[in-house]
């Protein structure tokens, strides 16, 4: 009886170490591959990514041509800011001084000849005079405060609304100081090369250039951004009409 209790017992033994080894290694084979998730690695602290900016302590998105737009488009924007602008077209320059608030933007354009330029863009109209004219020019607006319409103040809406297919290079890089979003655009119609840099600590277009035949045709920088900038703007027309008071929607 002894001898019986003893076998069943070795025999339990046995079936539980075969169930325990089955559970380790025999399970996988019929669940299939475990599915895996692949993090990036984060660069050291200090070292340069594409365009030999500093990658700092963060992982930062990978940017290529074909996602460089949707990187730029989730970043973080100030709403209410105020900058100097400063244009080159052909070797003469122009300086505006440019006030943002909400939808609303600002910008009076000093040309080289010394004539200001008053812009207004907002509720989907434009207005414009010049100097101290009493009466201002108005017309609906084509978008949104891209281009300052027409005084070649680009905005980062306008990297946006590039066409995908004619991006030619994208990265991440420095411009003037400033870390940026590099993109780099090949415009085969009027055969020249745009390069727009974005500001990663803001959002904002920092530069752009035009280079055809080898030369820098066109090119923009902007001034560090203040905030709150829109206290100092004034979005009344000469003849005194409000258009828009800073802080209100």
Not at 6 to 34: E, K, Q, Y
Not at 91 to 107: I, L, P
Not at 114 to 140: C, F, K, M, Q
Not at 151 to 162: F, G, K
């Amino acid at each position: 009886m002894e001898r019986r209790n003893r076998n069943i017992l070795v025999i339990l033994i046995a079936v539980v170490i075969t169930v325990a080894v089955f559970a380790s290694f025999g399970l996988p084979l019929f669940a299939g591959p475990t599915p895996t998730i692949t993090l990036p690695t984060p660069a050291p602290t200090g070292e340069e990514g594409p365009g030999g900016s500093s990658q700092g302590a963060g992982v930062r998105v990978e940017v290529t041509a074909d996602t460089v737009q949707s990187v730029i488009a989730a970043m973080d924007r100030l709403e209410s800011y105020s900058r100097t602008v400063t244009t080159t077209l052909e070797g003469v320059s122009a300086t505006a001084q440019v006030w943002v608030d909400g939808d609303w933007t600002r910008a009076d354009m000093t040309l080289a000849s010394g004539l200001v330029v008053h812009t207004i863009v907002g509720d989907g109209r434009v207005w414009r005079w010049y100097g101290n004219e009493r009466n201002a020019l108005s017309w609906p607006a084509t978008g949104s405060s891209v281009d300052v319409e027409g005084q070649r103040i680009p905005t980062y809406e306008e990297v946006l609304a590039l066409p995908t297919g004619s991006i030619t290079a994208a990265g991440y890089g420095e411009k003037n100081g400033v870390a940026c979003v590099y993109v780099e655009v090949w415009v085969e119609e009027l055969d020249q090369v745009e390069r727009y840099w974005v500001s990663e600590a803001n959002g904002l277009l920092t530069a752009a250039e035009t280079e055809a035949g080898g030369e820098i045709v066109w090119s923009m920088t902007a001034g560090a951004a203040e905030t709150p900038g829109g206290e100092a703007a004034s979005f009344t027309l000469p003849d005194g009409t409000v258009l828009h008071t800073v802080g209100e929607e």
